[in-house]
């Protein structure tokens, strides 16, 4: 009954460092998705996901890895962190032909 | 540029009264509209939605008004509870390709619901 999750809640890392956030959903939807929000700007789509893997880029990529080798599971890598990619990444699903979303808790990231 | 917009950052209503939240469009293959509520150190919820065959969806206290002729949707909250206070995202789709299952979301208005 857990619906989707993301691990840690809470990260601080120092620039350079490589940081991998999870995101597990145990609704067997089809589409995943992480976004990252920021003040003034409200949620940007970063990668999106289709099925296990199939990903696509979506607004705001560059710096950003991600894979889906199971359907539940949607990881987003930071492979060199930099001071702007401080922010609050959101994990997000849908499935069933829905366009509704369904989000985590989120992941508040601190790069120093 | 843009595609959704929400022009008011932060609103402030006394309880018991209407707030009325607006989002403007620009992409005419929109077809499918969401609006979230966020409580801090929380994911977005799912609100309410309407797809654009309709001009109006309702549920319970809250109400969405389309017009599409306009590119303009609002939500309308009535009566305003202390509860209430958040940020509301109001996000578009559009049916066209990969597009259908992505959401294009406005930069949130700030709801402050005073007792």
């Known amino acids: 009954d857990a619906g989707i999750t993301q691990s840690p809640r809470y990260k601080i890392t120092e620039t350079g460092r490589q940081v991998t956030l999870m995101c597990h959903q145990t609704w067997s939807h089809s589409y995943m998705f992480w976004y990252r929000q920021d003040l003034g700007h409200g949620l940007r789509l970063i990668y999106y996901s289709a099925a296990a893997d199939i990903t696509d880029k979506g607004e705001v990529p560059d710096g950003y890895v991600v894979s889906r080798s199971k359907t539940e599971n949607f990881p987003l890598t930071l492979e060199s962190a930099t001071r702007s990619q401080t922010s609050v990444y959101f994990c997000?699903?849908?499935?069933?032909?829905?366009?509704?979303?369904?989000f985590g808790p989120g992941t508040r990231l601190t790069v120093t | 540029d843009q595609q959704v917009k929400q022009n008011s950052p932060s609103l402030s209503v006394q309880e018991g009264r209407i707030s009325i939240l607006n989002c403007d469009y620009t992409n005419s293959m929109f077809d499918y509209f969401l609006w979230y509520k966020k409580y801090p150190a929380e994911g977005p919820t799912f609100l309410i939605s309407?797809?654009?065959?309709?001009d109006k969806n309702e549920d319970g206290r809250f109400t969405v008004f389309l017009n599409k002729s306009a590119k303009h949707l609002s939500l309308h909250i009535v009566p305003s509870q202390p509860g209430d206070s958040a940020v509301y995202f109001c996000a578009a789709s559009d049916a066209s390709g990969a597009g259908s299952y992505q959401l294009t979301f406005g930069k949130g208005t700030k709801l402050s619901v005073i007792p």
């Open positions: 997000a699903s849908s499935g069933g032909g829905g366009r509704k979303q369904y």
């Open positions: 309407i797809s654009s065959i309709k």
